[in-house]
């Protein structure tokens, strides 16, 4: 059926919804291995004068950290069940599109997926990185809540 899964993780309870069932699907299609993905925003102050904050290598390092660490559960678990798992890791403004991308270079044919289920003006106004993947995605993608 499938032969590899695509796991988009931002580090948020949410989003860590999607790792039993992406680990179950994987158990059911054959032991088949998991993509974990995630999405860093790019370097804020990129143009600025010498006087930032943290420099482009340090911010490089803690947001690699921070996306490493909500990583970690999935290939936890992944271990625990005995699939193969793979992590990346990719620096975009547009999280659906480097998550699409990723799938595409990897050979994903699933996206599985949480979504943090916001309605209404709350959805227009915060956006949604799960709505976005939907809209654009050639891939079937099981969206979990």
Partial sequence: MYKKILVPLDGSPTAAKAIAPAVEMARLCGNIPILGAAVTDPYPYAG?????????????????????????PLVDACKAAGLACECVVSEDAHPWKALLDAAQVKGCDLV??????????????????????????????????
């Fill in 48 to 72: 600025l004068a010498d006087a930032v904050p943290i420099t482009a290598d340090e911010y490089r390092a803690t947001t690699t950290r921070a996306a490493d660490a909500a990583l970690q």
């Fill in 112 to 145: 599985v997926m949480a979504s943090h289920g916001r309605r209404g003006m709350q959805a227009v106004l915060l956006g949604s990185e799960t709505q976005k993947v939907l809209t654009h995605s050639k891939l079937p993608v099981l969206v979990v809540r």
